[in-house]
């Protein structure tokens, strides 16, 4: 079992409108996640900052940051930033650009967990539905053209409201989208912006949406999570059936 977890934090702002680094950690701890996509984790101008200390999430959880940030000060790579627990080894990982109107990105990372060895896709996506699917399009090249198959898990903040919306039908040839539940806003969620998405080895046993008092308030959004369990035979007959499509 592998539970996973996606969370905006909103440079650490929650909607009191205080930047408040301990009550995004302590959201994080509560999370129990063994891997944790964050989005908007560093500011977006400048040395692009990071709002969480890399020594203090080290120090003040069981994670340590996949090294995304392109300086000293930063953690991710357009915001975009994975956290592992310290028991699971980084093989790789990549920064991707993304066709963008704003500052967009995604982040890959070759991890193993336990003997099994996965990749792990984070994202944040355009608020313009048009460059959303351009995003997609692009991510999906990236992933199955220029690297080797592994068995993926995408996360992230989609900004899409709809499960039916065309961009999400994007993914649906190679993977599976699970939307845990509503996650924006996070006083009173209506949106389901955040979303887990598995390639077929993978099977989402439980999902949902990380509702306590201190998440509520630390950010704009609500972190996300799922259970995940990984059957690696299982994308064989899948693979078989790709040269004929």
Known sequence: MLKIGSYNIQKAIGVDARRRPDRTLKVIRELDCDILALQEADKRFGPRESTLDRNSIVAETDYRPVPFGTSEKSLGWH??????????????????????LEPRGAVTAD?????????????????????????????MHQLHEHLDYLPTVLIGDLNEWRDTAGSIKLFEKHYEVTTPGRSF?????????????????????????????????????????????LEPAAHLSKGLETPSE
């Open 79 to 100: 915001g975009n930033a994975i956290l592992v627990r310290k028991d699971i080894s980084v093989l790789s990982y990549q920064r991707i650009d993304l066709p963008k």
């Open 111 to 139: 991890l193993m967990v336990a003997d099994k060895k996965i990749r792990i896709a984070a994202m944040h996506l355009s608020l313009v539905g048009h460059f959303r699917k351009k995003q997609i399009t692009s991510l």
């Open 185 to 229: 806003p996070s006083p009173m969620p209506v949106g389901s912006l955040d979303r887990i998405i598995t390639s077929p080895e993978f099977t989402v046993t439980q999902a949902g949406v990380h509702k306590s008092k201190t998440a509520r308030v630390a950010s704009d959004h609500l972190p996300v999570w799922a259970n995940l369990t």
